[in-house]
């Protein structure tokens, strides 16, 4: 398994800007399809955005399309969620999660390996 450690987490203002980041560790990080999910408190924990090997396709959750951007950078072994146009409702725990499987990945039971977390908060 690859270790994930998430980073840039905060809180912000709605309409504001963060920049989340994920370094991975151990195996090679260039086989594993990435992907953001986050967990708002008495909620379930829900896809946010998935990133192919090669950073060839990239998916988001209905609610961030248009305003998250997920890329890769696989020189560094990092995966970045940049995140505009914040919204109250957007706060919550966010996760970097990689996943083996050969296609994307869009369920939590899909993805092996977990970061810790980074708490995201967005001020009306």
């Known amino acids: 398994q690859v270790q994930l450690v998430e980073s840039g987490g905060g809180l912000v203002q709605a309409g504001g800007s963060l920049r989340l980041s994920c370094a991975a560790s151990?195996?090679?990080?260039?086989?594993?399809?990435m992907g953001w999910f986050r967990q708002a408190p008495g909620k379930e924990r829900e896809f946010v955005a998935a990133?192919?090997?090669?950073?060839?396709?990239?998916y988001y959750a209905d609610s961030v399309k248009g305003r998250f951007t997920i890329s890769r950078d696989n020189a560094k072994n990092m995966v970045y969620l940049q995140m505009n146009s914040l919204k109250p409702e957007d706060t919550a725990v966010y996760y970097c999660?990689?996943?083996?499987?050969?296609?994307?990945?869009?369920?939590?039971?899909?993805?092996?390996?977990w970061g810790q977390g980074t708490q995201v908060t967005v001020s009306s």
């Open positions: 999660a990689a996943t083996p499987l050969l296609r994307i990945g869009f369920r939590r039971n899909e993805y092996e390996s």
């Open positions: 990133i192919s090997r090669s950073s060839g396709g990239t």
């Open positions: 151990g195996r090679t990080f260039s086989v594993y399809n």
